[in-house]
């Protein structure tokens, strides 16, 4: 196991982090390229998510040095939170400019989901049709706080969006809420389903107060 992050919330820090890591998987994925991809392409894949409930400075910063890297990430926002304005062309322009450095919009849902599927699939679909109405462009993915109950395990989507948190995707992950990141190596993993895909979630309110 190789140690990536040692839980120090700086941009150098997630830096080098994606720089080991894109040792190991040199090409990463978006959350809506997986259905796609993920029985056809015979190595382990990355996909990075970041769920953003409630400030998009830091998410610009990341996503600048993503991309920097090439890198490409899905940004999840919320919808109907209290401390995004969605209203506001700043932020939508902000949104905008995170999206135009390739990186993907989706949809994150942090307040307590119902717990029918039915009832689920249509808040789904309720939420991501006002995020793609503020924003103007269409919204393909969703990510929940953490998985809902009562969704069939084999599926990969809710609401007619591609399911961050379904259970083939969240076998192998990496959260900042840890407190260090290891990493084995990705060849190392070629014969072993549970890790065909490894989700780097990393939420960027958290890194603020270190954004050095």
Known sequence: MKKIWDGVYSLQAY???????????????????????????????ILIRHDIRRSLSQAWAMARLEN?????????IQSDSPHLDLAQQDTIALVHRIRELGHEIGLHV????????????????RAGATLSRL??????????????????????????????????????????????????????ALDDPDRALLQVIVRPEAWEAGTV
């Open 15 to 45: 830096r080098e982090a994606l720089k080991a890591l894109q040792a190991e998987f040199p090409t990463n994925y978006l959350i809506a390229e997986i259905p796609q991809i993920l029985s056809q392409i015979h190595r382990p894949k």
């Open 68 to 76: 920097e890297l090439g890198f490409r990430a899905s940004y999840m």
């Open 110 to 125: 942090a307040r307590k989901a119902p717990t029918s599927f039915p009832e689920l699939e249509q808040h789904v679909e």
């Open 135 to 188: 924003l103007g462009f269409p919204i393909f993915s969703v990510s929940f706080s953490s998985p809902p109950p009562n969704i069939p395990e084999d599926s990969q989507f809710v609401g007619g969006k591609i399911n961050a948190t379904a259970h083939v995707m969240m076998k192998w992950t990496l959260e900042d809420s840890q407190t260090i990141w290891e990493i084995e190596p990705a060849r190392a």
